[in-house]
């Protein structure tokens, strides 16, 4: 068992086994045991300070390893801040260095840009003014030539001024004559039946016409004291039409300069007059146009028109031609029988005229006889002939 110990000089406190104790016990008895006391002591002593300074001493040799791997590791942290610290300055600069080129070149881009945008206003007032010069000269020019037609249409008769207008029209329509290579455009110069139009139109496809246009031109001067209204020319121009076997009528027309109606496009007025319409010269090709196309959608129907009036005809001929031949057989009959009754009767007055009865009952039987075989030579086939539509009739009534 082990004991604590307190040295009486300098007060430390050390530790002994039983066996020491006891022998510690044993010497105190006298001096020498005092004294290997006292040595035993200092030797523990010496012994511990000895321990405490190899402690100490391992205790700091471990701290300054920490403290040595700390200031290394510290070393190490500082290395990676500069490093670190370096390649951020490094960073900012590169993309200071980005932005300052990138706003450079946006400053350039501006300047140029203001550059544009200012050669462009120049430009652009040049075109202006170009413009407004040429504004400014064509309408001086327009004004001149308004000014000039003005003067002129003061100087031209009613009848000139009207026929300024048929040649616009005539001119508009040569102009576009090939998008119509079959159609007939002519003055109308037939003025047999006491009134003419101004132009007739007419077009055709495969020879047939589908579509017709009687055409008056009206207009007036200025200076005119009486004007005239489009509607005093309707019932002239709807008889030309008629005269001249067309089917539509229109009145190209400048009277009425104001008038709303008129200044609007194609006016129908046909609730007054049939298929009439009044347009402005400006619409002259487009209405031609309308007309056309409208029209050429009827061609086939024309053609089955036509078609049935050729067969309408050929059974007229057919029944005409039969009832001739009737009549022709009656009157034969009725002949035949008048002079067959006189012959009776002749007998019966006297038979000193049977000789003359005789010859007149042979004359009788002679018509009879002509009536007769007419009747007997009257066949479908004579009948037919040279009548296709009759002989294909009565072929297909055979046939079933």
């Known amino acids: 068992m082990s004991k604590e110990l307190k040295c009486p000089k300098c007060g430390s406190v050390f530790t002994v086994d039983e066996a020491d104790y006891a022998g510690i016990l044993s010497q105190v008895k006298n001096a020498e045991f005092t004294a290997e006391v006292d040595r035993r002591l200092a030797e523990l002593h010496a012994q511990w300070q000895a321990q405490q300074q190899a402690a100490t001493m391992q205790q700091t040799t471990s701290f300054q390893q920490q403290l040595m791997a700390k200031e290394r590791a510290l070393m190490d942290k500082d290395s990676e801040i500069a490093r670190l610290r370096a390649q951020a300055n490094n960073a900012v600069l590169s993309e200071r260095q980005k932005q300052s080129d990138a706003l450079h070149q946006k400053e350039e881009e501006i300047l140029r840009l203001r550059a544009d945008v200012l050669q462009e206003k120049n430009e652009a007032k040049m075109r202006e003014n170009n413009l407004k010069e040429s504004y400014e000269n064509r309408l001086k020019l327009a004004e001149e030539q308004v000014a000039y037609y003005k003067d002129m249409k003061t100087r031209l008769s009613t009848k000139m001024v009207g026929e300024t207008l048929e040649i616009h029209c005539s001119t508009e329509f040569n102009r576009v004559r090939p998008l119509f290579p079959n159609a007939y455009f002519e003055k109308d110069n037939d003025a047999s039946g006491g009134s003419k139009g101004d132009f007739i139109f007419r077009d055709y496809a495969d020879g047939l016409e589908y579509v017709s246009v009687m055409f008056e031109m009206k207009n007036e001067m200025d200076e005119t004291a009486t004007k005239h209204k489009n509607e005093d020319f309707f019932k002239k121009l709807d008889a030309d039409r008629r005269a001249k076997n067309c089917e539509y009528a229109v009145l190209v027309s400048l009277l009425e ?73 009656y009157r034969n009959v009725d002949l035949a029988h008048r002079q067959y009754e006189e012959a009776i009767a002749a007998i019966d007055k006297s038979i000193e005229q049977l000789q003359k009865i005789k010859d007149r009952l042979t004359s009788s039987g002679n018509n009879l006889r002509l009536a007769n075989n007419k009747l007997q030579d009257i066949t479908i086939k004579k009948l037919t002939r040279g009548n296709k539509t009759m002989e294909d009739l009565f072929e297909s009534g055979t046939s079933e």
């Open 257 to 329: 300069p104001e008038s709303e109606l008129y200044n609007t496009g194609i006016v129908d007025v046909s609730h007054r007059y049939e298929k009439m319409y009044v347009i402005r010269p400006q619409f002259f090709i487009p209405l031609i146009t309308l007309l056309v196309q409208t029209s050429r959608k009827s061609i086939e129907y024309q053609r089955q028109l036509a078609i049935a009036r050729d067969q309408s005809i050929d059974v007229t001929h057919f029944e005409a031609r039969l009832q001739d031949m009737k009549e022709g057989f």
